[in-house]
């Protein structure tokens, strides 16, 4: 066995074993397997601008294929300009032995400029699959109301997928004016048309965020509507800088409202349902018996519920779900599977309701600007992709356990 491959399966051992607790919770073995192919995300390679360069990273990362984005510089194509510059880059991609067939556009309805111009050279190229622009609530109006107009948008669209065999995925964001990010408003949509026209472009991260309890219902509510899936993670901490003021000496905080700013209460570890956290300077486990200027424990990924927050020794309140603060709270992007996305039991709706849509990887997380879809990165070429390899192995472990085979 060679230094290579003595690596890769140690750290799959490695993941392996991290994921196991929760997978054993939660999700049955499967009794099929199915081949797992994952696309890398083009928008994250926008620092390099040649097809050929393009292809052959996302090859050298061990990705199965790529979705070439679409949309003005830095993206890799643009819109004005797709039915030449597209070829290049899906000619490139397939020359290095990756499948493609999904493009991210700009596409939002019949009248985006050039839509029309976009699904022809895609379908030309044996694309199948898009996702394009989203829609926004006006919070001001009626919700339903709107949801009849985004209706008659999409029923317009119909006939250019039809036209050119394509499917058009919406991508889901969390928030609260982001149409679809509780899933059923969309789907109500969604079912007065062919599922293989139009779908959701699932994505476990926002979706995670938006409803941590209830993703996977909503994932399998949705199912025959899910046209693609996205992955990534993400952590929820508190952001609440304090000064001044003594310790805490009320009750101790439930799971998830500790760890606030140095000086503070420590934190829970298992901050959200997903097991004990890590050791911190906040205490062992994630219980969160921190002094002084300790931080708060953050949450792991294994089978069960972070425990209480301590009383923090120094001189700042904090710990109790903001103290007055309207929102503070924030959502920070990290690498897959050190979040709190559960990867096995996505990999394991996946299978049980047959889905057999594109699945790519979004590294949101900070990248030496490959995050950001910047043209150039401030980090060496490969600590940038080594950290995308590293998503796509945690990614094949997870799901791994599902019967998704690599």
């Given at each position: 066995?060679?230094?290579?491959?003595?690596?890769?399966?140690?750290?799959?051992?490695?993941?392996?074993?991290?994921?196991?607790?929760?997978?054993?919770?939660?999700?049955?073995?499967?009794a099929a397997t199915r081949k797992l192919v994952v696309d890398a995300y083009s928008?994250?390679?926008?620092?390099?601008?040649?097809?050929?360069?393009?292809?052959?990273?996302?090859?050298?990362?061990?990705?199965?294929?790529?979705?070439?984005?679409?949309?003005?510089?830095?993206?890799?194509?643009?819109?004005?300009?797709?039915?030449?510059?597209?070829?290049?880059?899906?000619?490139?991609?397939?020359?290095?032995?990756?499948?493609?067939t999904t493009m991210r556009c700009t596409i939002t309805d019949a009248d985006t400029p050039n839509?029309?111009?976009?699904?022809?050279?895609?379908?030309?190229?044996?694309?199948?699959?898009?996702?394009?622009?989203?829609?926004?609530?006006?919070?001001?109006?009626?919700?339903?109301?709107?949801?009849?107009?985004?209706?008659?948008?999409?029923?317009?669209?119909?006939?250019?997928?039809?036209?050119?065999?394509?499917?058009?995925?919406?991508?889901?964001?969390?928030?609260?004016?982001?149409?679809?990010?509780?899933?059923?408003?969309?789907?109500?949509?969604?079912?007065?048309?062919?599922?293989?026209?139009?779908?959701?472009?699932?994505?476990?991260?926002?979706?995670?965020?938006?409803?941590?309890?209830?993703?996977?219902?909503?994932?399998?509510?949705?199912?025959?509507?899910?046209?693609?899936?996205?992955?990534?993670?993400?952590?929820?901490?508190?952001?609440?800088?304090?000064?001044?003021?003594?310790?805490?000496?009320?009750?101790?905080?439930?799971?998830?409202?500790?760890?606030?700013?140095?000086?503070?209460?420590?934190?829970?570890?298992?901050?959200?349902?997903?097991?004990?956290?890590?050791?911190?300077?906040?205490?062992?486990?994630?219980?969160?018996?921190?002094?002084?200027?300790?931080?708060?424990?953050?949450?792991?990924?294994?089978?069960?519920?972070?425990?209480?927050?301590?009383?923090?020794?120094?001189?700042?309140?904090?710990?109790?779900?903001?103290?007055?603060?309207?929102?503070?709270?924030?959502?920070?992007?990290?690498?897959?599977?050190?979040?709190?996305?559960?990867?096995?039991?996505?990999?394991?709706?996946?299978?049980?309701?047959?889905?057999?849509?594109?699945?790519?990887?979004?590294?949101?997380?900070?990248?030496?600007?490959?995050?950001?879809?910047?043209?150039?990165?401030?980090?060496?070429?490969?600590?940038?992709?080594?950290?995308?390899?590293?998503?796509?192995?945690?990614?094949?472990?997870?799901?791994?356990?599902?019967?998704?085979?690599?």
């Amino acid at each position: 066995m060679n230094r290579r491959d003595f690596f890769q399966s140690s750290l799959g051992a490695a993941l392996g074993a991290r994921f196991v607790p929760r997978a054993a919770a939660q999700t049955p073995a499967p009794a099929a397997t199915r081949k797992l192919v994952v696309d890398a995300y083009s928008r994250h390679l926008q620092w390099l601008r040649k097809p050929e360069e393009v292809a052959a990273a996302a090859a050298e990362m061990g990705y199965n294929g790529l979705d070439i984005t679409v949309v003005p510089y830095p993206g890799h194509v643009d819109p004005a300009k797709v039915a030449t510059e597209l070829p290049p880059y899906v000619n490139a991609a397939r020359k290095q032995g990756l499948r493609v067939t999904t493009m991210r556009c700009t596409i939002t309805d019949a009248d985006t400029p050039n839509a029309e111009e976009m699904l022809q050279t895609a379908s030309s190229l044996g694309l199948t699959h898009y996702w394009g622009g989203m829609f926004r609530y006006d919070l001001n109006k009626p919700i339903n109301d709107q949801l009849d107009a985004i209706k008659v948008r999409i029923g317009k669209l119909i006939p250019l997928l039809e036209k050119y065999k394509m499917t058009a995925m919406y991508h889901t964001y969390s928030g609260s004016s982001s149409v679809g990010a509780a899933v059923w408003d969309l789907l109500s949509v969604f079912k007065s048309f062919d599922p293989k026209r139009v779908g959701f472009h699932y994505d476990v991260g926002h979706m995670t965020d938006a409803g941590f309890a209830s993703w996977d219902l909503n994932l399998r509510a949705a199912a025959p509507y899910i046209a693609g899936v996205s992955c990534k993670d993400s952590v929820i901490e508190l952001n609440l800088p304090l000064e001044g003021g003594g310790p805490y000496t009320g009750p101790p905080t439930l799971g998830g409202r500790g760890g606030g700013a140095p000086g503070g209460p420590g934190g829970p570890g298992g901050g959200f349902p997903g097991g004990p956290g890590a050791a911190t300077a906040s205490g062992p486990g994630g219980r969160g018996a921190g002094a002084g200027a300790s931080s708060g424990g953050r949450g792991g990924r294994g089978g069960g519920r972070g425990g209480p927050g301590g009383p923090g020794g120094g001189a700042a309140a904090g710990g109790r779900g903001g103290g007055g603060a309207a929102n503070p709270w924030r959502i920070r992007q990290v690498p897959l599977g050190e979040g709190i996305d559960n990867l096995p039991l996505l990999g394991s709706i996946l299978m049980q309701t047959g889905f057999d849509g594109p699945i790519e990887i979004q590294a949101e997380y900070p990248n030496g600007g490959a995050n950001n879809a910047a043209d150039t990165i401030t980090l060496p070429r490969a600590q940038v992709l080594g950290a995308m390899k590293r998503d796509l192995l945690v990614l094949r472990t997870a799901f791994s356990q599902a019967g998704w085979t690599s």
